[in-house]
């Protein structure tokens, strides 16, 4: 099955559009991880764990990752998601973008190092940049078009030929690079009105929007601008509500309880 049937799949059948973000910052992991030589990975696991039921893809940032040295860490989570929550499918947060005989290797490193199922890329470079991301038809992925941080609109804004860049990425996506059928787009839960704007640009394009919990996106606007008209569409990311929910001996059912709250409030709304 690929990227997007599975994640399809996953919305109908266990009724949810959150996406589980996997950021770990050992410094706020809970205090029984203190003197655990693999605390990154045992965290993680513990939380995909705990919150699976509720998640239709989980998200691993790979600088979280990668800063550490625990890239080893990463690669075992992405396998352990598939072997114990088959069907789920993993995001790999890299927002690479780089020319085409780069990017082949950014993608090789996503799909075949990680075994990721889709792959966050900066669409900046231009299609060639993203076309070794494209190719691989089975694997999803999901392009930068109005990202949720406050500067944002400092490029993405810009007005060209009448309309804003951002919204000329969606078009492109949308007309263009989408011939595998394989492609979302990052659409902030900060920006409720760009949610709509980009929404009535793409059809049912999937949208990964981060931003609700720590960044303050509203759930209600997210859903109620950016669903597709069928109540699905869209995979609303949450990493630092869910993984600090809680920093006791509790803190994986803390996580479960805050990923339920948020499908439930997410569900209202479609
Ligand atoms: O591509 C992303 O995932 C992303 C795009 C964006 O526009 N904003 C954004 O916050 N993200 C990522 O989503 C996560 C948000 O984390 P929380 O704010 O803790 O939920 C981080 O891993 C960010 O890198």
Known sequence: MNFMQALRTRWQQADTLVC?????????????????????????????????GYACSFKPQIAHFAALGAEGALTRLIAHIHAAHPGIPVILDSKRGDIGSTAQHYAAEAFDRYAADAVTANPYLGRDSVQPFLDRADRGVVILCR?????????????????????????????????HGNCALVVGATWPAQLKEVRAIVGDVPFL???????????????????????TGLM??????????????????AAADAARALRDEINRYR
Do not use: M
């Open 236 to 253: 609303v990311s949450s990493s630092r509500a869910i993984l600090y929910a809680g920093n006791g001996q509790d803190f994986a059912a």
């Open 147 to 179: 990202t949720s941080n406050p500067g944002a609109g400092d490029l993405q804004d810009l007005v060209i030929d009448g309309r804003p860049l951002y919204q000329h990425v969606a078009e492109k996506v949308a007309r263009e690079w989408n011939g």
């Open 20 to 52: 589980v973000g996997l950021d770990p910052e050992p410094a706020r992991f809970p205090a029984q991880f203190a003197n655990d030589p693999d605390a990154v990975f045992n965290f993680c696991r513990a939380i995909v764990d705990a919150t699976a």
């Open 209 to 231: 929007v981060p931003g609700v919990g720590a960044q303050g996106g509203d759930v209600e606007a997210v859903v109620t601008n950016a669903k597709t008209a069928d109540g």
